[in-house]
């Protein structure tokens, strides 16, 4: 099918999209993640219904909107949603193009293309749906000079975006609806051309300890990596039906960030008051015998709540924030590889054995 996968090239993700209650807010609390506010659109730019940051790290730009208007489909997002993912967004080397593609093919179009233009040049924009109501913009951007995009206003002296280490997107997780993961498989593949990603899980163990299913689709090449999940029937509720509980329909669970010194950027963000879930002190125990790689650094991964796992390739710390929003719903990965092409499926069961192991020893199982 390279004919398909050549139809539809993507160069990456240009930007992930919130839609906020405070996008003054949201914009301020991802410093604390090492991001820095580089351009703004609001009332002062012009933009009389929205106020937007664009917030950049490394490659990744993330976009925190809110509404001026109570009407607007802003404050219908946020009403429903509460604060959450919008809109991730694709770069493409011709978005009118890519579109046209994608329509072809049976997507929904939400945005036909339309040429933004302001004095650093011009960005082409289109926009087809997927899961809930997130959507894909399609965005060609060869002709612009700009910060971010036409209508945003740089902010001054916001050019060091090194931050805390981070570097790009990984992947970008959906949950969907139960019995749906294979159909958003099948979209992706139909639409994009993308495959699925053979990445080595144990589906039953994965199932019984994290109630969830999960395929992953990707472009072949790694710019685009989108996990799809959906709940299964496992020993708890499921995390994912807790998702869809809250955020009410299918919609962005996680975003992966990629850091090549996860020890110092869980360190910064720790500092600044970022929460990470809670490792049980058994998992070490336990992690030096599974992933033997990490033996000489245990200490530093401990005493800052960081995972391991590692597949056939290599391995692979991660971490997971808490939620990032009053609802139980989105929340952030970190992620360092060394070669390993998994997304910690290892730790699934090893962090449930490890809470277990506590459970018992308060004689609680
Ligand atoms: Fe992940």
Redesign the pocket.
Known sequence: MSNTEDSFPILGIDYVQFFVGNAKQAAHYYKSFGFTPRAFMGLETGSRDRASYMVQQGDVRLVFTGALDGDSAIAEHVKLHGDGVHDIALTVPDAEESYRVAIERGARSVAEPEVFEDEKGKVVKAAIATYGETIHSLISRSDYSGVFFPGFQAIEGSEDTSGFGILNID?V?GNVELGKMNEWVDFYAKIMGFTEMRHFTDDDISTEYSALMSKVVWDGVGKVKF?INEPAEGKRKSQIEEYLDYYKTPGAQ?I?LSTDDIVASVEEMRKLGIQFINVPGSYYEEVKSRVPQIADKVDALQRNGILADKDEDGFLLQIFTKTVQDRPTVFF?LIERHGAKG??DGNFKALFEAIERDQAERGNL
């Open positions: 992947h997780v996990p996680h992966a990965e997304f910690g």
